[in-house]
Each structure stands twice: as C-alpha cells, then as structure tokens.
C-alpha cells in the first residue's frame, strides 16, 4: 500500500501543472483556494487507497482524477447564487450582506451537526423522545438569569408567537413612540394585527408617562408590551416610563410585561463606552415577564429569535401550535448553542465572537490592517487614509458611530463609480462606498485572510481596463 501511496504527487508538483495556472487564470480564484481544494482532493485519494477503495499495482495516474476532482469542485463553487462576499462598508450587522459571521467554533458545530445524525429531539439519558427547545433552555437561563427560555426562527417570530399565544383577542398598551418599524417590513403594529391581539396606542411620539398607561388598562388588557427602538432616536424632549415603572401597576392588575429587546445584547457593551444598549439580564431584572431578541444582532449567533423569561410563559408558549410553525434547524441549535456556551465566559465572547470583536476594534488595529494591506499594493493605485465612522448596523446603536480608518483607493483614469461596480460584480464580490469620488473601504470588517482575494479583486481591475483599451 505504501509504494502506491507513494505514487501521490506533492502539493508543489500539481502546483506546477499547467491545469491549476489555467484555474487561477480562468476562474479567478485565489491560489490558497485551490491550493487548499488540491489538497482536499489529495487527501481524499489518499483515503482511498487506505481503505483499500483504490488497489493494486496498476498504473493509475493520480494526476488525472485530482485534477478532475479539482475541476469538480471549481465548477461547483463558481455556481452558488448565495456566495461570500467581502464587506468593505465597515458595517458589522449589515442585513443586506448576511448580519453576524459565526465563531469558528459555532461553525464548526454546525458542519458537525449537518454531517451526521443528532440528538435533536432525542433524549439521551432518558431514551425517549426530547425537545429541541431543552438543548438552549438551560445555558440561556445561566448566561442571562431567566426562568425559562425558547428559541424561533427570527426575532420577528417571537414577536409573533408571544403575541399571539398570550393576547390574541385581548389588548396590548404600547406607547406610540415604540410603534416602529425595523429594516422595511417588521412594523409592530402589522404584526399585532396579525396576532389578532388588539393595539392599545398610548402617550405621543415623543412622551409617554405612566399615567398613560394605567388610564388605559381595562378589564380586556393581557399584556403591556415595550418594544426596544433599537433603529432610531428621538432626541429634545422626550418621556418614556420604564419597565420598572410599568412592573407594580401591571402586578397589579395582574397584566403581562413583554419587552421587546431587538438586538438583545448579552455582552454589556456600555462597559466599553459603547452605546447605550441595555442587556437581556437588565431588561430581566427590571421586571420584564418575557423578552424576545434576534440570534444574529448583538448576540454575534444564527439567524433566530429567542424568547427568555418566566417558565409560566415560555411553557405556554412551547405548548402553543405555532411553536411547530416556527421551529428551528438543528444547523441553527448547532450554532446557537457554540455562540451562547461562549457567553459563559464574557472574556472568551468577547475574544471568540467575530461580531463583538469587530464592535470593539480599536482605530489602531484597523490602522495596522490597513498598512498591512497596502504594504503590497500595486502602484496602480493612490492611496489615501482618512478618519471615519463605522456603523454597528442591523437597526441597532443608530447613534454609536465607531472611529475608524479609511483606506480610499482611486485612479486618475478610472472613475471610482466603475471601480466600485467591478469589485462588486466580480468573485468573491466586493462591497464598498464612494467618499468624494474614491473608493472607500473600511477595514473594521475585512479580515487579514481576506487580503489575498482583496489585493487579486483589485489587480483584475487595471487588467480589465488593459482589454478595453
Ligand atoms: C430587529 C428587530 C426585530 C426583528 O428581528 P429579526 O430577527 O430581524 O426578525 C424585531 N424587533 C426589534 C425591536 C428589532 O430590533
């Protein structure tokens, strides 16, 4: 076996052939892309011939099926409609370009998960069937102190569900200056039409007191509900009661309080200096019935929405129909579970979770990405570094603006519009922003194993303008 195995050509030889120079030129791929895909496809021969799928003495060139392997791959990679694309906007939770980048360790669950059968409603110790809601419940009651806890498809489901499973045909005291709608399709108040739970409007845009919502409780009223403006801000005079104010006349009337915290942060990012968003635990702590927030905002996780509060509420609502409806993936579990195991430890959130570390780089870091960059550009290019602002983005901290460095790349003889449209219509894509006609990118969201593709994007450019001219 070992005088076949012997057989496999290196990495450096196959590097060689002109069929791997013909992908790089043709395909425009990195060559640490396929690199890494020759070595798959060697690895995978190799696996064959050590489990005896590949035999004997023949003259087999192995050349061939790796490269025919290789060319598989390519072709399969270069077809997807949902691809990776390099975010240059500085943006962290951009909802256009996908919201949080999963850890390597929630990654890494996922494929896991994917790959091969799981207890995701099977409960092990005990043999018999389990739920899926139980596999997050207990690390969300350690890391944020609620009773009790769920997870949806999105934070928009959670809305929905509460909504419906605790007041549907009763009415919810909203204040009016908390009837938003967040990224051109959640509107609270659609969303509790279709509930069927009645919406009680409360105070003016700008104030809200308490005696607006005590005036307004009846015998009808199931729920005062605070939804987090999480995407705007209303500055000048301004009113709003707070959920410990809310708490002792809801008690009283024995009425329900719901927050809806959007962005749901776990990590206090106020201890930074940033911003102003409360925690999952404080809106918990000052009274809050039931929460719901969204998996892939501040928390850094999947697509989700997850409900937190007490075990009264949330087993209603597991019991409800539409928690079926509303299910998620076990891919999804997979990594919501990694990202929140992370929290347990705030140092390791705050070190591992890509959305967090990208809220919090220093200016200085991304002044040391950006002269990492440019430290092998092509003179093509004129380069500028400016000061800048980079969103948090995903409706959240509208008013959090993060310093940040520039880079601005122009040439005197392309106009930057057409720069910008190539880097965006090329593989992978390239999103950026145009500042005083140069193009703009912002390394807060650029990773440094992201440069060998950035630097090859921006070489096809004066390479195309070689065609047209
Ligand atoms: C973002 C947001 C939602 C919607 O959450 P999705 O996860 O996008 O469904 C609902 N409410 C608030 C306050 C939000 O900020």
């Excluded at 009680?200 to 700008?206: A, S």
């Amino acid at each position: 076996m070992n005088h076949i195995l012997r057989q496999l050509p290196a990495i450096h030889e196959l590097q060689q052939d002109k069929r791997f120079t013909q992908l790089l030129e043709n395909k425009q791929l990195s060559k640490g892309k396929v690199t890494e895909w020759l070595q798959e496809a060697v690895a995978d021969i190799r696996k064959r011939v050590l489990t005896g799928e590949i035999e004997g003495d023949q003259s087999i060139t192995f050349t061939d099926s790796i490269f025919s392997r290789l060319s598989e791959r390519v072709s399969h990679h270069s077809t997807f409609a949902l691809q990776r694309v390099i975010n240059g906007t500085g943006t962290v939770l951009h909802t256009n370009l996908g919201r949080a980048r999963l850890s390597e360790k929630a990654i890494n669950q996922v494929v896991e998960t994917a790959y091969s059968y799981s207890n995701v409603e099977y409960n092990l110790k005990q043999g018999k069937r389990g739920s899926r809601h139980d596999l997050i419940d207990e690390l969300v009651k350690q890391i944020t102190g609620a009773e009790a806890a769920m997870v949806v498809n999105n934070n928009a489901a959670a809305v929905y569900l509460v909504l419906k499973a605790c007041a549907k045909g009763k009415e919810v005291i909203v204040s009016r200056g908390e009837l938003v709608e967040i990224g051109g399709s959640f509107r609270v108040s659609s969303i509790m039409e279709e509930s069927g739970a009645h919406l009680v409007e409360v105070g003016t845009t700008n104030k809200t007191h308490l005696y607006d919502y005590e005036h307004a409780i009846s015998e009808e009223t199931a729920m005062i509900m605070k939804v987090h403006t999480s995407n705007f801000k209303i500055i000048g005079f301004t009113k709003d009661v707070s959920i410990a104010e809310i708490k002792p006349v809801a008690c009283a009337h024995n009425i329900l309080v719901y927050e809806d915290l959007g962005s749901g942060a776990i990590y206090d990012l106020k201890k930074d200096g940033i911003g102003q968003e409360p925690t999952v635990t404080e809106a918990l702590q000052r009274g809050a019935d039931l929460v719901t927030f969204s998996g892939d905002k501040l928390l850094g996780g999947p697509q989700a929405g997850i409900i937190a509060g007490k075990k009264k509420w949330i087993d209603q609502l597991k019991r409800h129909q539409l928690a079926r409806v509303l299910r998620v993936d076990k891919m999804t579990l997979a990594a919501l579970e990694a990202t929140l195991k992370d929290y347990v430890n705030e140092e390791v959130a705050r070190e591992t979770l890509p959305t967090l570390k990208a809220i919090r780089l220093k200016k200085d870091d991304i002044q040391k990405r950006i002269d990492k960059f440019t430290s092998s550009l092509s003179p093509f290019w004129n380069t500028e570094v400016r000061n800048g602002v980079s969103q948090v983005g995903g409706g959240t901290m509208p008013e959090v603006e993060l310093e940040t460095e520039l880079l601005l790349l122009a040439n005197e003889n392309i106009k930057a519009q057409y720069i910008h449209d190539e880097l965006r219509k090329g593989t992978p894509a390239v999103i950026t922003r145009i500042i005083d006609d140069k193009v703009a990118f912002d390394f807060r969201t650029i990773e440094e194993e992201e440069f060998e593709d950035l630097h090859r994007r921006l070489q096809d450019i004066p390479r195309e303008m070689g065609k047209i001219i």
